[in-house]
């Protein structure tokens, strides 16, 4: 007889459009059938706005000026791992044209850095720009 009246709680009334436990209690209570075929579609969207949530508090957008000095990966064996070069264009919307040593090359966003840090060395009074290394130690 519960199962029966479970069901019947549960079943949409033609005249409401709603099922009575839902008009009674605010909600759907869940079935077996439920158990065996959830909405993966809720979990997911759930999930995913929790995950971009996450996502943009430890992330900023970086963006460069054409012109602007850079410090960007090099990438290459015989080179520093770093070298100061400049931004010519932007070509896509995470990766620009950078000039460095006399070529042109792509850059990912990740592999540029901002060369504006400056800090003081103690045995001079002027200003030097450093690597993104050594800026980040000091």
């Known amino acids: 007889m519960q199962c ?7 079943t949409p009334h033609s005249t409401t459009g709603a099922a009575p436990s839902e008009l009674m209690m605010g909600r759907r209570p869940r079935s077996k059938l439920d158990l065996i075929r959830p909405d993966v579609q809720a979990v997911v969207t759930t999930l995913q706005e929790r995950q ?8 900023k957008a970086r963006h460069f000026e054409d012109g602007e000095e850079v410090w960007i990966k090099t990438h290459s064996k015989n080179e520093k791992k770093r070298s100061l070069g400049k931004i010519i264009k932007p070509i896509g919307p995470v990766t620009y044209l950078v000039s460095w040593n006399g070529k042109e090359m792509k850059r990912h966003v990740e592999d540029i ?10 045995d001079e009074s002027t200003t030097s720009k450093q690597s993104p290394e050594k800026a980040d130690h000091s």
């Open 52 to 59: 971009l949530k996450s996502y943009n508090q430890s992330t």
């Open 113 to 122: 850095y901002v060369a504006s840090k400056c800090s003081f060395n103690n």
């Open 4 to 10: 029966f009246l479970f069901n019947y709680r549960l």
